[in-house]
Structure formats: C-alpha cells, structure tokens
T-cell receptor, first 110, second 114 residues
Framework: QQPVQSPQAVILREGEDAVINCSSSKALYSVHWYRQKHGEAPVFLMILLKGGEQKGHEKISASFNEKKQQSSLYLTASQLSYSGTYFCGTEDLRTDKLIFGTGTRLQVFP | DTAVSQTPKYLVTQMGNDKSIKCEQN?????MYWYKQDSKKFLKIMFS???????INETVPNRFSPKSPDKAHLNLHINSLELGDSAVYFC?????????????FGSGTRLTVV
C-alpha cells in the first residue's frame, strides 16, 4: 500500500522552514527521500535505514521512526531551488520493493 | 556522461501500435527498474531486474514486456497501445538488492497515445 504524505502542498517564502511527513501502514525497513522538479526525473536526497535515525543533507534533514512507521523531512531556511515535488519511498523486508508516497508539492517564492 | 539514459524522450503514437523504450546505465549497478508516473504524479513500480533476472513484476498488463539483455540495459516493449498507457515512464537503477541504496533515475519517456 502506498505511503501517505502530508501536507499535499506547501507554499513558502525564501528563508522559511517546512516539514513533510510520510506514513506507512506497513513495517518499514528503510525510507528514501527524493525531489522531482517539473519536467525532470526524481533525484535521490537521502536514505534512512534504522529506526530513530536522522540524517542531514545541507539544510535538508530527515528522521525515521520505525515504531510509528513514519518519516519526516525537514527543510530549513528554504531556498528557491528547493521548489519541486518531494516523494518518500518505503521498502519492506519481504518484497524488496520501493513504493513511493503520494508526493508533496513545495513552492518557494522570493 | 549520462548515468541513466532513456530513449526516446518523447513518444507520440496511435492506439494499437507497438513501441519500445530503451534504457542504459553506466553506473555499474546490478538492479534496474521501470516506473510509471501518471498524470497525478504517482510513481508506480512496474518491473525490476537484478543482473538480467526478473525479480519484481507488478500487476501490469501482459502487453508490457521488459527485456534485459545485460545488466546495463533494460528495455520496455509495449504492444497494442491504449489511451490509458499515456504517462511518463522512468527507468532507474540502484547498486543491488540485500541492502537499500538510492535510485538513480533516467530523464523519462513521455508517452502519448492518441
């Protein structure tokens, strides 16, 4: 089943922060995060492998709560280049499949 | 030098035709995938190959047939195209199974069936 992301859309001014959440109904092995700009391919941001793990990528970081089957992506001091659609992707141990979430569209304005 | 390349980038064809999309990766990855992105931007996995062997085959019509001649190539052939096949098809690759790795996507093939 497809992970659900919230919110569906976010509008920010440059410099503002945002949080994107990803929830799964299944036990998770890992969580991926990708960003897709309009008309382009999804680009890998980071992967989290363990429950409670946090990772950072410039001003973008993420956490993974294995028990709650949730992950959150944190964007701080947003830049215009952060605009795009963000997807989480979840894998489970049984199937080895990466299932993408419903997507969150982020728009950053000057 | 493009890591994952797909051809063609655009494909416009009539219903009932047969078409192919080609994908090549030069990353030395063992696993390749086909994903379909519909008009609502949902990304759905279709197939996965690991070192030329089919490992994931989602509920996809038999009209879709993937082929992997070697681990660097994964092609997708579609028979008797239907209007509902219109979408963007992405090829992707990752290091391999066993331990999760990030995926590298090709630039996509926008298929329009008229």
């Amino acid at each position: 089943q497809q992970p659900v992301q919230s919110p569906q859309a976010v509008i920010l001014r440059e410099g503002e922060d945002a949080v994107i959440n990803c929830s799964s109904s299944k036990a998770l092995y890992s969580v991926h995060w990708y960003r897709q700009k309009h008309g382009e391919a999804p680009v890998f941001l980071m992967i989290l492998l363990k429950g409670g793990e946090q990772k950072g990528h410039e001003k973008i970081s993420a956490s993974f709560n294995e028990k709650k089957q949730q992950s959150s992506l944190y964007l701080t001091a947003s830049q215009l280049s952060y605009s795009g659609t963000y997807f989480c992707g979840t894998e489970d141990l049984r199937t080895d499949k990466l299932i993408f979430g419903t997507g969150t569209r982020l728009q950053v304005f000057p | 030098d493009t890591a994952v390349s797909q051809t063609p980038k655009y494909l416009v064809t009539q219903m009932g035709n047969d078409k192919s999309i080609k994908c090549e990766q030069n990353l030395g990855h063992d696993t390749m995938y086909w994903y379909k992105q519909d008009s609502k931007k949902f990304l759905k996995i279709m197939f996965s190959y690991n070192n030329k062997e089919l490992i994931i085959n989602e509920t996809v019509p038999n009209r879709f047939s993937p082929k992997s001649p070697d681990k660097a190539h994964l092609n997708l052939h579609i028979n008797s195209l239907e209007l509902g096949d219109s979408a963007v098809y992405f090829c992707a690759s990752s290091l391999g199974t066993g331990r999760p790795h990030g995926y590298t996507f090709g630039s996509g093939t926008r298929l329009t069936v008229v």
